[in-house]
Nanobody, 127 residues
Framework: QVQLVESGGGLVRAGGSLSLACVASGRAFGNYAMGWFRQAPGKERDFVAAISWSGGSTYYADSVKGRFTISRGNAKNTVFLQMKSLNVEDTAVYYC????????????????????WGQGTKVTGSS
């Protein structure tokens, strides 16, 4: 079993920055790609960003491209999401997810590719 725990959410004023972290723990599970998704109130869960096991490949939703940066820690079991120029539309619960057994350089943007999910951390952008 894999556990994912997100942290770093909070309230931020429009134009501000916030960083999220997600730590994976549990049994040894080989290579795994990771991603961030978000779900705004009353809406479906949407893809935000993804990163490969190697950390060398990343992919972003158009809505966050140029403002958000996904990265992995040296230990590989931690993934970060640095968010800049936040606005009210970024308000959502942010979830990290892990896709096990994937090629080192692959990333995934479909929720169905991810087997494990964290509980989420809430980000609120205020005007």
């Amino acid at each position: 079993q894999v556990q994912l725990v997100e942290s770093g959410g909070g309230l931020v004023r429009a134009g501000g920055s916030l960083s999220l972290a997600c730590v994976a723990s549990g049994r040894a599970f080989g290579n795994y790609a990771m991603g961030w998704f978000r779900q705004a109130p009353g809406k479906e869960r949407d893809f935000v960003a993804a990163i490969s096991w190697s950390g060398g490949s990343t992919y972003y939703a158009d809505s966050v491209k140029g403002r958000f940066t996904i990265s992995r820690g040296n230990a590989k079991n931690t993934v970060f999401l640095q968010m800049k120029s936040l606005n009210v539309e970024d308000t959502a619960v942010y979830y990290c997810a892990a896709a096990l057994g994937k090629p080192s350089g692959a990333y995934y943007y479909a929720a169905s590719d991810y087997e494990y999910w964290g509980q989420g951390t809430k980000v609120t952008g205020s005007s």
